[in-house]
């Protein structure tokens, strides 16, 4: 039988097939069936294929399955949705990177009354979630904030951009990256957001060097940032001579890493994102709350990848998507 990430893939982002369902515990004398978890993004980036890829290959280790669930809008209101049809489902556990958690804190906890509940990638550690797992983005910013440093040891204007700067991790990711830049002459111009509008995002870029011809370097804090950061650029000639540091391992941020026109990216691991979300979750369905960890967060570490090991990890990247 497929898994069930093979299935949701198939189909529009926003709309799954459910399938199966929580476990029979009902005298019908049917045979009960495997428990099911969602995994539940905050858009439908590519940087979730990875995730993807580790969600199913915990399904077959641990026996379970999980929807894959991906707003196509990227808006917490979409996620409102999912979560109320994940409760009317009855799945019995679910993994979910808020889009605006200062604000979904009642959602989440509506969930939290009805299924375990995790964070990952973006934690809402005021809701009532049993863990986070993923990146600490402070510490993730503070990466980014350090490849800036050395590429402008004498200061400079920088520009920042992102999808939103309601959640937790880009919230997160922008305060590391000031922190490692507190005390130099390096000036942040602003935060631009693209409410993950792709078009807004090349835009914003275009925006910025028209605005600010003197910026000395550009920072995308979201996986397609790096991307729109680049093909701005190439519009305008500009490819090469303005340094790029962003986050994340799309096809054209590494490529770009290869040619030298992007400086580096930091990436995590999507991959264990799923994979571990889903081995916790199927602990916890058999009641083993050992899982958690003592402060309630999984770190999962991050990288740097520049020219030095990007093709090294296109390979890792390739052996995920066998």
Not at 46 to 75: H, I, N, T
Request: glycine share 10%; charged share 25%.
């Amino acid at each position: 039988m497929k898994s069930s990430i093979t299935r949701s893939l198939s189909f529009a982002v926003f709309s799954v097939v459910l399938i199966g369902g929580c476990e029979d515990t009902g005298g019908g004398g049917s045979a009960p069936t495997k428990p099911e978890f969602a995994f539940v993004t905050n858009n439908p980036s590519d940087f979730w294929q990875y995730a993807a890829k580790g969600v199913a290959k915990a399904e077959q280790e641990f026996g379970v399955e999980c929807q894959l669930r991906m707003p196509a809008g990227g808006s917490a209101g979409e996620q409102k949705a999912i979560i109320e049809d994940l409760i009317t489902v009855g799945v019995t556990g679910m993994a979910i990177s808020p889009v605006d958690p200062a604000n979904q804190t009642d959602v989440l906890n509506m969930a939290c009354e009805k299924m375990n509940v995790l964070c990952h990638d973006s934690d809402a550690p005021k809701s009532d979630r049993l863990a986070y797992v993923g990146t600490l983005n402070v510490n993730a910013g503070r990466k980014a904030g350090e490849l800036v440093k050395a590429l402008l040891p004498d200061g400079g204007k920088i520009m920042l951009f992102v999808g939103t700067l309601d959640a937790g991790n880009a919230q997160e990711r922008r305060q590391g990256l000031l922190e490692a830049i507190e005390g130099t002459q390096i000036e942040v111009i602003d935060t631009r957001t693209d409410d993950t509008d792709r078009a807004r995002a090349k835009a914003n870029v275009e925006g910025t060097l028209t605005a600010h011809p003197d910026v000395a370097c550009l920072v995308g804090l979201w996986e397609y940032n790096g991307p729109a950061i680049l093909n701005a650029l190439k519009d305008a000639e500009k490819a090469g001579k303005i340094p790029v540091v962003c986050f994340d391992e799309n096809e054209t941020t590494l490529e770009g890493i290869k040619d030298g026109l992007i400086h580096a990216t930091v990436v995590q691991s999507p991959f264990e994102f799923g994979y571990q979300s889903v081995r916790i979750l199927a602990a916890l369905h058999k009641g083993d709350t050992s899982v958690i960890p003592e402060n309630k967060i999984l770190e999962i570490p991050v990288r740097v990848i520049n020219q030095d090991n990007v093709v090294a990890f296109q390979k890792e990247l390739e052996a995920l998507r066998e």
